[in-house]
């Protein structure tokens, strides 16, 4: 495969967008087609990527920029037979293949996030597109029906033999296929926020998008470890995948550090093109039942590593805190958030309490600390002062308030 047309092709892909993915000679919805044919196809565009180019030196300012969330409640008590039914089926060398943290309460837990992630959508983007909240058949007992909402259950994106899952890396590479999404979105796991008014600048560039660093050590270059974690497994099978298929990209540097926990600005058409080109990285991730350490997410790495090399994207600098609830025993973490929220481009609290009880002190802190800092409901809630969640109706009554 010639590098220099790979690159081309994701850069055509790009600007073309809508109107190549429908022509009849790139059968987008007909099963994977040869990465020759793709690069081929899209080649005899090139012309037409300079004048589109031309044309597009700014992203229009009333394009939509809609939001897609993964959600899940651990709760639920349906979902939860739904788990350990599916647990149980796994096949020995499947589980054996389970990713570190695949099954623990923290990685499915609902402790209020996605309410507050969109009191802060609401109150520092308020000019967002549409909300997309993708579900395994639920919904949060305190959403409020809006015509910018909509729940996308599995059943309706993803292939009967797909389900069910319960890796969020096998359920975002998917989500580009939610019918009308825009093409410039951004993604969010529910436990990420932004913090401070958002300028779409910062996020998108006329090429592409902006993707920063996490603060995490860098990762070693080897082959994917039993007991590393999704992230780092992620970073080691992109630079694989590049230096077999693609090394001379023209702006491929290694770097062994993985990505911010952050909001991602996404292009549906870079993903419509990486599904062509990567289809044995798609399958593989789609092919999960729990997180496996041997397929982990392409999402948020491949995708990200992948822009890079091909020109599609920048690193920047972002003001951000990293919250790991496991570890806020001191509370500096939260500290830091409340001193600095208003100037954060965003953060992320992430719940590594693992197989804490819901009633665990350090959840109740990262409660009260959201509802300090966004107090008032967004449109996407009900008109009432608290719903509560199935957790918390088995936890102590306490004098924690959501909002107004």
Sequence with gaps: MCVCGVALL???????????RRTPDVPMNSGPCSRAVIVRTLTERAARLRSLKKSNANMPSDSPIDIVYLWVDGNDSNWRAKRQAALQQL??????????YSNVEGRFRDNHELRFSLRALEKFFPDHGHVYIVTDAQAPDWLRASDRLTLVDHRDLMPEASLPTFDSGHIESYIHHIPNLSEHYFYFNDDVFFGAPVKLDDWFWPGGVYVGWSDEAEVSNEPLRMDGTALDNACRLSHQWLNAHAPDLPHYTPRFRTFAHSPRPMRKSVMLALEMLAPELFAAVRSTVFRSWDKPTIVSDFVLRWS???????????????VSSGDLHDGSALDQLLARFGGLDFFCINDTTDDAPASDLRLSQVRETLAHLLPVRS???KPLQLVKTHAERHQPQTSLTLGR
């Design 91 to 100: 096949a020995h060398d499947s589980s054996a293949a389970m990713a570190r």
């Design 379 to 381: 449109r996407f809630e």
């Design 308 to 322: 890079l090399a091909s020109g599609l994207a920048k690193v920047r600098d972002y003001a951000h805190v990293y």
């Design 10 to 20: 994701v850069t055509c892909f790009v600007w073309v967008g809508e109107q190549c």
